[in-house]
């Protein structure tokens, strides 16, 4: 539970971090990658957060598949918003071919989310 918090709270603390970075110190640079940039941005934190109430339940319920979906997520996040930061600030297009994985993480991790959560009689 704690380092499911932990890896929760980083991940959501570098998307602030990231997120204004880009919008400020690369707006020059980023040029019409902006919108890929941000992109990443927001799903990282979407995923973060997800991570973030991974880690609340497992305080609540002990599943296999619950820590799997927020391990998943972080790979998610490592893959499809990096390979898009990475795209964003190097213009290599055959970068984006990394993204379509990290999405594939993301719905396997609400997959196993929903699957977890489904065979709890009680989750709060």
């Known amino acids: 539970m704690k380092k499911m918090l932990i890896l929760g709270a980083i991940f959501a603390g570098l998307a602030v971090g990231i997120g204004a970075f880009g919008a400020h110190a690369l707006k020059e640079t980023l040029g019409s990658y902006h919108t890929t940039y941000e992109t990443g ?34 790979t998610g996040i490592v893959l499809f918003s990096g390979s898009l930061y990475v795209l964003s600030l190097t213009k290599i297009s055959v970068l984006g071919a990394i993204t379509p994985l990290g999405g594939v993480a993301f719905i396997a991790g609400w997959i196993c989310f929903i699957i977890a959560v489904a065979k709890e009689k009680s989750i709060l």
Do not use: D
């Not at 941005?41 to 979407?46: P, R, T």
């Open 41 to 74: 941005v927001q799903y990282q934190m979407f995923h973060a957060t997800a991570i973030l109430i991974v880690g609340l339940l497992l305080g609540k319920v002990n599943r296999g598949l619950l820590r799997t979906a927020g391990y998943l997520f972080a």
